[in-house]
């Protein structure tokens, strides 16, 4: 039977990927912005806001179920102006909102939905909605019906009891600062609710579901690396190594991979305890944090199980992740159709196997044995947590024997069994290559980009593999093209389908100042870190609370969201005040500009009530302020910058966990950035480094071995 052919809504002209899987829906969704609003106060009708992202599992669900359902799309319709937000597009939107409805429910998610009035206040919100009474929640027909009657009868009430909301926010956010807490007493209290919180058996901190939340590994590698107590330094180190391992043996990790062809990394969170069952799509902004993380845990750790699996990571966005014109991609989907016969998407469908599939694509019986040893596959399906019977009879393959183990039981050879495994992991990406793949969020967003160039060149500092900087330095070149404007200065947020648009937010500019900062301290190019002062001075201007201190997250003249709002919670990413705070030390080193640094005690200031009563809340910003307040290094490489006894030098630098450290070269453009006199032209000097702890220069040295031991014995 021929489907009828849909008319499209409005969203048909947006370029958000979210927006536009909506656009052939019967709801007559508006985009945010003027003509909605016009329509709402115009015909005195509430506001339905429904917020989500396109890669989001509940958010397909809720548009099947209600957003395609004829019926419940004419109530839409009829008593509110339904406008759809695409919440990687809007975050600061998307945080205001999502403000109201865990302040009001006591909890949040997506997709997002809140009611509004006509100047946008909002008055009823709450998240994923069946379209009947179910799981003992209301139906989205009823609570439309109850909305829409209320509307008629008291809409008085309902617009003065939403009144208060806004300003309620504005003065929460002017009242953060507080003087800071003495004597490390904030780090201290962060480490002891990461120790009170953590599970011993699986890693992570907390129960079900796992969020990997990043910024807590960069916590404890930094107070592991701080702390005076080695009690305290033993297991900060031990929590960060130990859930990282768990980690990456989870089902939360994509294990079918291939090098120079893609697969592999992590999806957004666990469903379970012990990282097996995930919700599978996958977030750009996770893989680029967790590979810094498995970079960092590498250095700290020596252990190469971590460099590999940060390859893993960095394989998988060069590989599946990145454009041609080198910007990356935003998200994999968790849903796909199991075979292109389907009509239907299921989650996970792209990474589940029958015990019967694997068998037959391994090929080997003993091969096959040893595979399903390895990942814990089962003929009945090896999901303990599977509440609805998604996963009867299939398999989501996690790390539950090591080599060692099964070279045991299968008497071979650690050697051995690695062959085979490879040799399996290969035949199992050939054939899951011919599954229909999960949608491709394809837009490019500048603040997520920034993340990934940090990543990268982290990774190229560390792993000195040459293709890891040249993709920062593209993905870079292509920001710097496409989303800059170079006579303002000023960032716009997306890419898409040859479009680059939305005022840049907060985090473009936080997060792209500190990818410049790292390109530069990975390549020494100068031209990164002058553009890296001229968007953070930009910031400042757009952004900084020149009255309580703290950036908002939207610019001065953005008026996009009704209130302007300063993040405070490091999250699934961090937020934009606690990378400045960082950014503005490093530039402060790096530049020899102080007022850098005045403006980060500003900020730590700003925030010193919650860094006081909830440090834990922004672990990152507990990583600037040891930044500030303990021991500096500065290391000035001179000399060649191409010879290879400099690259000995730098990767004595780079294979080490220095955090408090910058690193630079000497050149005319860095001395006339400075306003210092130019240095001797470095292509006559010998290769050297000179190392400086706090206000205190060591002599120059031109051994590795020599510099090695400067930072192993000077820099704690």
Not at 106 to 128: A, E, I, K, Q
Not at 195 to 220: H, I, Y
Not at 552 to 575: C, I, L, N, W
Request: proline residues 5%; glycine residues 6%; contains cysteine.
């Amino acid at each position: 039977m021929t489907q009828p052919i849909r008319k499209p809504n409005r969203l048909i002209r947006e370029k958000s990927p979210y927006l536009l899987q909506h656009a052939l829906n019967p709801v007559d969704w508006y985009a945010w912005g003027g003509e909605a609003f016009e329509k709402a106060e115009r015909e005195n009708k509430p506001i339905f806001l429904s917020v989500g992202y396109s890669t989001c599992h509940w958010c397909h669900v809720m548009e099947r179920e209600s957003f395609e359902n004829a019926d419940i799309a004419e109530l839409l319709n009829q008593y509110f102006v339904p406008v759809k937000v695409d919440r990687e597009e809007l975050p600061d939107l998307d945080r205001l909102y999502m403000d109201y409805v865990q302040s009001t429910t006591g909890r949040g998610g997506w997709p997002m939905s809140v009611w509004l009035t006509p100047d946008r206040n909002p008055f009823y919100g709450g998240s994923y909605f069946p379209p009947e009474e179910r799981y003992g929640m209301t139906g989205f027909t009823t609570i439309l019906l109850s909305i829409a009657q209320l509307w008629q009868s008291d809409e008085q009430k309902i617009r003065e009891a939403s009144s208060g909301f806004f300003s309620d926010l504005a003065a929460f956010s002017a009242n953060r600062s507080a003087e800071l807490p003495d004597n490390d007493e904030a780090q201290k209290n962060c480490f002891r609710w990461l120790e009170s919180t953590v599970d011993p058996k699986f890693g992570g901190f907390g129960g079900a579901p796992k969020f990997p939340r990043p910024v807590l590994l960069n916590f404890l590698f930094n107070h592991a690396y701080h702390s005076g107590n080695q009690t305290d330094r033993k297991k900060a180190l031990e929590m960060a190594l130990f859930t990282l391992r768990k980690m990456a043996e989870g089902g939360i990790h994509d294990l079918v991979s291939v090098a120079g062809k893609g697969g592999g990394g992590f999806a957004r969170y666990s469903t379970d305890e012990r990282w097996h069952v995930p919700h599978f799509e996958k977030m750009l902004y996770d893989n680029a944090q967790l590979a810094i993380s498995y970079l960092e845990a590498y250095q700290c750790s020596g252990e190469t199980f971590y460099r590999s699996v940060a390859g893993d990571i960095f394989n998988y966005v060069l590989c599946d992740m990145t454009s041609p014109e080198g910007g990356f991609y935003s998200a994999e989907d968790a849903d796909s159709l199991e075979s292109e016969s389907d009509t239907e998407k299921r989650e996970g469908a792209f990474y589940l196997w029958s015990a019967d599939e694997l068998r037959e694509t391994i090929g080997n019986e003993e091969h096959a044995a040893i595979f399903a040893f390895v990942y814990g596959v089962r003929a009945e399906g090896n999901a303990l947590n599977d509440p609805h019977g998604e996963f009867t009879g299939r398999n989501i393959l996690m790390l539950q024997a090591t080599i060692e183990e099964t070279a045991v039981k299968f008497g071979k050879t650690a050697a051995e069994i690695r062959d085979v495994l490879d040799e399996a992991r290969g035949r199992l990406f050939t054939a899951r290559s011919r599954r229909p793949r999960p949608f491709l969020d394809d837009k490019i967003l500048t603040s997520w980009n920034a993340l990934m160039i940090s990543a990268l060149a982290k990774g190229y500092r560390v792993l000195h593999h040459e293709p890891y900087l040249a993709a920062a330095r593209k993905a870079a070149a292509f920001l710097l093209d496409t989303l800059y404007d170079r006579k303002s200065g000023r960032l716009l947020r997306r890419y898409r389908d040859g479009s680059a648009a939305i005022a840049g937010k907060v985090d473009d500019y936080a997060f792209f100042v500190q990818a410049l900062l790292d390109l530069y301290e990975a390549s020494f190019e100068t031209a990164y870190l002058q553009i890296a002062l001229e968007i953070a001075e930009l910031q400042n201007t757009l952004f900084y609370d020149e009255l309580h201190g703290g950036y908002f997250s939207s610019a001065s003249d953005d008026h996009t969201v009704p209130v302007r709002q300063k993040e405070s919670y490091d999250g699934a990413e961090p937020t934009a005040n606690s990378i400045s705070a960082l950014n503005l030390l490093r530039l402060g080193e790096l530049t020899g500009k102080e007022e850098f640094s005045n403006k980060a005690e500003e900020l730590f200031s700003s925030f010193g009530t919650t860094l006081a009563s909830q440090s834990h809340a922004l672990p990152q910003m507990l990583v600037a302020l040891n930044f500030a307040r303990k021991r500096r290094c500065r290391i000035l490489f001179s000399g060649e910058l191409h010879a290879p006894e400099m690259d000995r030098l730098r990767a004595v630098a780079g294979e080490r966990y220095l955090p408090g450290t910058v690193v630079m070269h000497a050149s005319a453009e860095l001395a006339a950035l400075q306003h210092v006199p130019e240095p001797i032209p470095h292509d006559d000097l010998v290769p050297q480094a000179s190392v400086c702890i706090d206000r205190t220069c060591l002599l120059p040295v031109r051994e590795p071995e020599q510099l090695a031991e400067l930072l192993d014995r000077g820099v704690q």
